[in-house]
Nanobody, 127 residues
Framework: QVQLVESGGGLVQAGGSLRLSCAASARTFTTYPMGWFRQAPGKERDFVATITWSSSRTNYADSVKGRFTISRDNAKNTVYLQMNNLKPEDTAVYYC????????????????????WGQGTQVTVSS
């Protein structure tokens, strides 16, 4: 079982930056693909970014390409989402997720692909 805890959310003005962190409880995290998703009120949970276990590949939603960067530090059991040039439409609860498939180098973009989820962290971007 992997427990995930997000942090780093908050209120920021448009054009600002935030860095989200997701700390995992188990060393097996280091072998799992990881993803970030977000969910705005009344909307479905949407894919934001994903990264392979070795950081060899990343993938982003079109809406965040060039502004967000996903990374991970396996020595710290942590995955990050650096968010720059934030826009009001980025306002949502952000969730990190882990897929229980060690050493996979595939890209996973659907919520159903993932097995473990954090509790979420709120990001609010004011205009």
């Amino acid at each position: 079982q992997v427990q995930l805890v997000e942090s780093g959310g908050g209120l920021v003005q448009a054009g600002g930056s935030l860095r989200l962190s997701c700390a995992a409880s188990a060393r097996t995290f280091t072998t799992y693909p990881m993803g970030w998703f977000r969910q705005a009120p009344g909307k479905e949970r949407d894919f934001v970014a994903t990264i392979t276990w070795s950081s060899s590949r990343t993938n982003y939603a079109d809406s965040v390409k060039g502004r967000f960067t996903i990374s991970r530090d396996n020595a710290k059991n942590t995955v990050y989402l650096q968010m720059n040039n934030l826009k009001p439409e980025d306002t949502a609860v952000y969730y990190c997720a882990a897929k229980r498939w060690s050493f996979s180098n595939l890209m996973y973009t659907a919520p159903d692909d993932y097995d473990y989820w954090g509790q979420g962290t709120q990001v609010t971007v004011s205009s």
